[in-house]
Structures are given as C-alpha cells and as structure tokens.
Nanobody, 123 residues
Framework: QVQLVESGGGLVQPGGSLRLSCAAS?????MAWFRQAPGKEREFVSA????????YYADSVKGRFTISRDNAKNTVYLQMNSLKPEDTAVYYC???????????????????WGQGTQVTVSS
C-alpha cells in the first residue's frame, strides 16, 4: 500500500500563489489532485501521467495551475498562481498503480489518497 502525504497548504490573499507537494512512499503512475470545498463534492483539479509528459486540468484552473512530478523523489507538485477565493478547499493528492485503469478525471480511478491539505484564499 502506497502512502501519500500532502504539504504546502495555507492562507493566501487573492492573486497570490502556493505550491502543494505530495510525497509518495512508493512508485505510483498517474497522480492527481482533487479538491473539496465545504458542502460540495470532491472535484478533479489536475493529473499527470507516470512519465510526466501528459497533463490534464479542470477548466476552472487551466492557465493558473501547473502540475509536475519528480519521479526520483516520488513526489508530485501543484503550483497554484492567481489564486481566487473560489479555490478555497481541502486539496487531496491521489495516485494509482500501473494496473489501474479508468478516466483520470474520476475519483474511482485512484487507489491511493492522501489526508488532504487546506488551502484558504482570503483577504
């Protein structure tokens, strides 16, 4: 079982930036970030393929967020720029094994989940 640990959340003003990190205890393939705001469903934010050469973004973050990974460190990052109050949520890292399948946009496609890190965008 792979363990995922997120870090980097916090309080930031609108227009500011944060970088989230997710460290995995073992090798993972497709990695993703989801987020959940109070009273809302957990939603897809971004995903990256195992080699780091395929990226996927939700329309709401396209052009503002950048996902990347360092396979030597088993770590995935989410650089978040131009943050808005509506980006406020708990951000979850997700990963899946090589044998897993399904759309990268769906929660059910991922085997492993982190505990989440709070991101609050407020003045």
């Amino acid at each position: 079982q792979v363990q995922l640990v997120e870090s980097g959340g916090g309080l930031v003003q609108p227009g500011g930036s944060l970088r989230l990190s997710c460290a995995a205890s073992g090798r993972t393939f497709t990695m993703a970030w989801f987020r959940q705001a109070p009273g809302k469903e957990r939603e897809f934010v971004s995903a990256i393929g195992g080699t780091g050469s395929n990226w996927y973004y939700a329309d709401s973050v396209k052009g503002r967020f950048t996902i990347s990974r360092d396979n030597a460190k088993n770590t995935v990052y989410l650089q978040m720029n131009s943050l808005k109050p509506e980006d406020t949520a708990v951000y979850y890292c997700a990963g899946r094994s090589q044998l897993s399948s399904g759309s990268v946009y769906y929660r059910s496609s991922y085997n492993y989940w982190g505990q989440g890190t709070q991101v609050t965008v407020s003045s």
